[in-house]
Protein backbone atom coordinates (compact mmCIF):
# COMPACT_ATOMS: atom_id res chain seq x y z
CA UNK A 1 0.00 0.00 0.00
CA UNK A 2 1.06 3.18 -1.14
CA UNK A 3 1.36 6.24 1.65
CA UNK A 4 2.98 9.30 1.67
CA UNK A 5 4.09 11.78 4.56
CA UNK A 6 4.85 15.24 3.94
CA UNK A 7 6.63 17.60 6.01
CA UNK A 8 8.11 21.02 5.82
CA UNK A 9 5.48 23.19 5.98
CA UNK A 10 6.00 26.26 8.47
CA UNK A 11 5.53 30.16 8.48
CA UNK A 12 7.70 32.04 6.68
CA UNK A 13 8.00 36.00 5.13
CA UNK A 14 7.57 37.13 1.83
CA UNK A 15 10.72 36.15 -0.05
CA UNK A 16 11.71 33.45 2.09
CA UNK A 17 12.40 30.04 1.33
CA UNK A 18 11.48 26.77 2.23
CA UNK A 19 11.41 23.27 1.69
CA UNK A 20 8.74 20.24 1.29
CA UNK A 21 9.40 17.01 1.63
CA UNK A 22 7.45 13.76 1.04
CA UNK A 23 8.77 10.42 1.80
CA UNK A 24 6.44 7.88 -0.20
CA UNK A 25 6.16 4.25 1.49
CA UNK A 26 6.17 2.24 -1.99
CA UNK A 27 7.85 -0.33 -3.74
CA UNK A 28 9.23 0.84 -7.14
CA UNK A 29 9.32 4.85 -6.13
CA UNK A 30 12.13 5.23 -8.80
CA UNK A 31 9.11 4.41 -11.99
CA UNK A 32 6.42 6.95 -10.56
CA UNK A 33 6.06 10.38 -10.97
CA UNK A 34 5.70 12.31 -8.14
CA UNK A 35 3.65 15.56 -7.97
CA UNK A 36 2.62 18.36 -5.60
CA UNK A 37 -0.54 20.06 -5.22
CA UNK A 38 -1.64 22.98 -2.89
CA UNK A 39 -5.19 23.99 -2.05
CA UNK A 40 -5.49 27.18 -0.51
CA UNK A 41 -8.88 28.38 1.74
CA UNK A 42 -11.82 28.89 -0.79
CA UNK A 43 -9.85 27.76 -3.67
CA UNK A 44 -9.84 24.52 -6.19
CA UNK A 45 -6.88 22.48 -5.48
CA UNK A 46 -4.53 23.32 -8.16
CA UNK A 47 -1.38 21.52 -9.39
CA UNK A 48 1.76 23.31 -8.53
CA UNK A 49 4.90 20.58 -9.99
CA UNK A 50 5.74 17.31 -11.06
CA UNK A 51 9.03 15.17 -11.50
CA UNK A 52 8.81 11.78 -13.82
CA UNK A 53 10.88 8.94 -13.37
CA UNK A 54 13.01 10.17 -15.71
CA UNK A 55 13.89 13.49 -13.76
CA UNK A 56 11.85 15.74 -16.34
CA UNK A 57 9.92 18.18 -14.63
CA UNK A 58 6.62 20.05 -15.02
CA UNK A 59 5.57 23.98 -13.54
CA UNK A 60 2.60 25.81 -13.44
CA UNK A 61 3.28 29.04 -14.07
CA UNK A 62 2.60 30.89 -11.12
CA UNK A 63 5.46 28.73 -9.44
CA UNK A 64 7.90 28.70 -12.36
CA UNK A 65 11.28 30.18 -11.73
CA UNK A 66 10.69 30.33 -8.09
CA UNK A 67 9.97 26.44 -7.46
CA UNK A 68 12.16 23.59 -8.28
CA UNK A 69 10.57 19.87 -7.39
CA UNK A 70 13.58 17.38 -7.32
CA UNK A 71 13.64 13.62 -6.11
CA UNK A 72 15.55 11.01 -4.40
CA UNK A 73 15.17 7.30 -5.69
CA UNK A 74 17.90 6.17 -3.00
CA UNK A 75 15.61 7.98 -0.16
CA UNK A 76 12.21 7.14 -1.82
CA UNK A 77 11.51 11.03 -1.36
CA UNK A 78 10.45 14.06 -2.88
CA UNK A 79 11.38 17.66 -2.57
CA UNK A 80 9.56 20.80 -3.33
CA UNK A 81 12.04 23.78 -2.92
CA UNK A 82 10.15 26.95 -3.00
CA UNK A 83 12.14 30.32 -3.12
CA UNK A 84 11.12 33.95 -3.20
CA UNK A 85 7.65 32.93 -1.53
CA UNK A 86 4.66 35.23 -1.98
CA UNK A 87 1.45 35.72 0.51
CA UNK A 88 -0.78 33.96 -2.67
CA UNK A 89 1.69 30.72 -1.75
CA UNK A 90 -0.30 30.04 1.25
CA UNK A 91 -2.11 26.57 1.06
CA UNK A 92 -2.25 23.42 2.34
CA UNK A 93 0.55 21.38 0.31
CA UNK A 94 0.10 18.11 -0.78
CA UNK A 95 2.43 14.89 -2.86
CA UNK A 96 0.76 12.55 -4.55
CA UNK A 97 1.82 10.02 -6.58
CA UNK A 98 -0.29 6.32 -7.46
CA UNK A 99 -3.44 8.11 -7.01
CA UNK A 100 -2.26 8.25 -3.51
CA UNK A 101 -1.98 11.65 -1.54
CA UNK A 102 -0.11 12.90 1.74
CA UNK A 103 -1.78 14.29 4.31
CA UNK A 104 -0.88 17.78 3.52
CA UNK A 105 1.62 20.27 5.14
CA UNK A 106 0.62 24.19 6.06
CA UNK A 107 2.79 26.87 4.14
CA UNK A 108 1.84 30.64 5.37
CA UNK A 109 3.39 33.32 3.97
CA UNK A 110 2.97 36.66 5.69
CA UNK A 111 5.09 39.23 7.33
Known amino acids: QVQLVESGGDLAQPGGSLRLSCVVSVTFFSNGALSWYRQAPGKQRELVAT???????IYSDSVKGRFAVSRDNARSTGYLQMNNLKPDDTAVYYC?????WGQGTQVTVSS
Open 96 to 100: TMADK
Open 51 to 57: ILSGGKT
